[in-house]
């Protein structure tokens, strides 16, 4: 198992495959884009298997998340999520995307073993999609969000970042769209991972402005708490359910103490944390003939080693971490 020296067992890997992506949100990179991973540094689509393979079947993970930069932009996802859907024991396979390309490849990621999607979408407002984005996609990820559905990858969750200026009025809207669609809506406070470095806490949408414009409009109960477990969103039932929606709350409200997860990084570096300024390399013990015992190895000590918490309840010291989220994996 994954486990740390503080009695966490991590169960959940988040798996990065590409560094690249197609939008240029202003939450996360620069308009110009970033330098991109060398396909040399990649790891290919074996070496990613055995990786979660190893993390299966020696390491007691259950659930895998695939992610970016853009995991769709990967050309072998549908044969990746095919090969670990034929893991035993099969580990739960879900996916993160901006829902871009979705359309045309849900019905294949269902067929080849995917349970169920993630799509950001920040705004019902195509315009406004375009500022935060700096794309006219706005279509396709609503077309992206629809396939998902009928594909059956449910639940359908749509995740939201809500910035001051741009979309910060949009919590009730988005809601209500969300619920007329049947997908379950969780809004992420902005986090310190964008490319440029431009974070401000005294300038972000936190969770109790978010929750406080969702009571304009909707009356919000706590589900209850061991219903949550180790996931990151705190839930609410809406006007008496059966809909939920839930907040995220990484900056004001960490949830560190029941982290579950292990993440992988497109170049095969292990991160502990979303906010871990430090990796460990299995890419190189990879490609030098490590055995899988060793490997196993390292994942473990690099997971013993994981800090208590993010960092972020204390802002005199945090420190940013040198990659962007679309390098990290969400």
Known sequence: MLLDTYGRIATDLRVSLTDRCNLRCTYCMPEEGLSWLAKPEL???DEIVRLVDIAVTRLGVTEVRFTGGEPLLRPGLVGIVERCAALRPRPKLSLTTNGIGLERTAAALRDAG????NVSLDTTDPAVFERITRRRRHGDVLRGLA???AAGLTPVKVNA?????LNDTEAPGLLAWAMAHGYELRFIEQMPLDAQHGWQRAEMITAGDILASLRTRFTLTPEETERRGSAPAERWLVDGGPHRVGVIASVTRPFCRACDRTR??????VRTCLFATEESDLRGALRSGAGDEEIAARWRAAMWGKKAGSGLDDPESFEQPSRPMSAIGG
Do not use: C, E, N, S
């Not at 970042?161 to 200026?165: A, K, T």
């Not at 992988?264 to 570096?269: E, F, H, P, S």
């Open 43 to 45: 790891l290919t689509d």
């Open 114 to 117: 995917l349970d169920r999607v």
């Open 147 to 149: 396939a998902a559905k």
């Open 161 to 165: 970042v809500l910035m001051p200026g």
């Open 264 to 269: 992988l990084t497109a170049d095969g570096q």
